[in-house]
Nanobody, 124 residues
Framework: QVQLVESGGGSVPAGGSLRLSCETS????????MAWFRQAPGKQRERVAR???????GYADSVRGRFTISKDYTKNTLYLQMNSLQPDDTAMYYC??????????????????WGQGTQVTVSS
């Protein structure tokens, strides 16, 4: 059973920064594809960043250039560094772990494990 525990959320003014952390145990970061999602009230859940088992990363257009996803294997921790935060970044942020499968000739990510979430609030 994979357990994910997020931390690091909080309230910041626009333009500020936060670093979210997601702790787990064992070889989760070596074995699973990891990602950060967010969901604001009344909006669909959005994947903001992903990192594959080989370390390659991808970002949503809305955060590219401002957010950075990374892993620290020595600490079994996934990070999301968020800079130049804007009010539209306000949401509950979730860490997720899963696999990548081929679906109809394309890669598809399936995230089976989720943390409890950490709230990020950005004031204007």
């Amino acid at each position: 059973q994979v357990q994910l525990v997020e931390s690091g959320g909080g309230s910041v003014p626009a333009g500020g920064s936060l670093r979210l952390s997601c702790e787990t145990s064992g070889d989760t970061y070596r074995s699973y594809y990891m990602a950060w999602f967010r969901q604001a009230p009344g909006k669909q859940r959005e994947r903001v960043a992903r990192i594959d088992t080989d370390g390659s990363a991808g970002y949503a257009d809305s955060v590219r250039g401002r957010f950075t996803i990374s892993k620290d294997y020595t600490k079994n921790t996934l990070y999301l560094q968020m800079n130049s935060l804007q009010p539209d970044d306000t949401a509950m942020y979730y860490c997720a772990a899963g696999d990548r499968i081929v679906d109809g000739g394309t890669w598809t990510y399936e995230y089976d494990y989720w943390g409890q979430g950490t709230q990020v609030t950005v004031s204007s």
